[in-house]
């Protein structure tokens, strides 16, 4: 009944309504657009969705005031705990140290807390951020810190993952849980280990 009425008037249907970006979306995307030396479109025109890929642009983006100049990502292929292969890829800071993509402890002696979980993430374009873990969610943080951080974590990355393991109980490379007894005392899967290789 409702189309009949429709072609009678020669009316389109209107347009669903598309998702608007969220408030943490805008927040972090300004933070983004701010480091990569770029304008965001009026808020009222970003989708939710637009906003997801715009991230994902910016975050691979060169920062304007040159911090995370020399840092690079390489890709290889590599084999987890569970067999599985696939391929990861891992950051080189300008002094050549490689981390690879995963989860770290950190010691943070006077803070809150005793230590600070981090997450590395790399894209398959060759962007990558650090993000601090808070429970199960990962939290945005300033290019600065993620640096900061990142270089803390390059002068000993296995035992940072080795700390993660103990800490959590699962593999800080391939997420699966440990329960070998070996493995988490050491704090890392066998095959996962000699990804801090070279
Ligand atoms: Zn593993």
């Given amino acids: 009944m409702h189309d009949h009425l429709i072609s009678i008037h020669g009316e389109e249907p209107p347009a669903p309504q598309l998702e608007g970006c969220t408030e943490r979306q805008w927040s972090y995307l300004a933070d983004l657009a701010a480091k990569a030396g770029e304008t965001l479109p009026p808020r009222e025109e970003m989708t939710k969705a637009g906003a997801s890929a715009l991230i994902e642009r910016l975050k691979a983006a060169p920062a304007k005031d040159g911090t995370g100049a020399g ?43 005793q230590h600070g979980f981090f997450k590395l993430w790399i894209g398959d374009r060759g962007g990558w951020a650090l993000r601090r873990q808070v429970s199960d969610d990962f939290v945005p943080m300033e290019r600065t810190n993620q640096l900061r951080v990142l270089a803390e974590i390059a002068r000993d990355p296995l035992g940072a993952s080795q700390l993660f393991g103990q800490l959590i109980g699962a593999c800080g490379v391939c997420g699966r849980t440990l329960t070998n007894d070996l493995s988490r005392e050491i704090g890392i899967g066998p095959v996962c280990r000699e990804r801090f290789r070279g």
Avoid at 72 to 78: I, K, Q
């Fill in 71 to 113: 840092f690079r990502v390489l890709y290889e292929n590599v084999e987890d705990d569970d067999g599985s292969i696939h391929t990861s890829g891992f950051v080189v800071l300008p002094a050549g140290d490689r981390v690879p993509a995963g989860r770290y402890a950190i010691a943070t002696p006077g803070e809150k807390n």
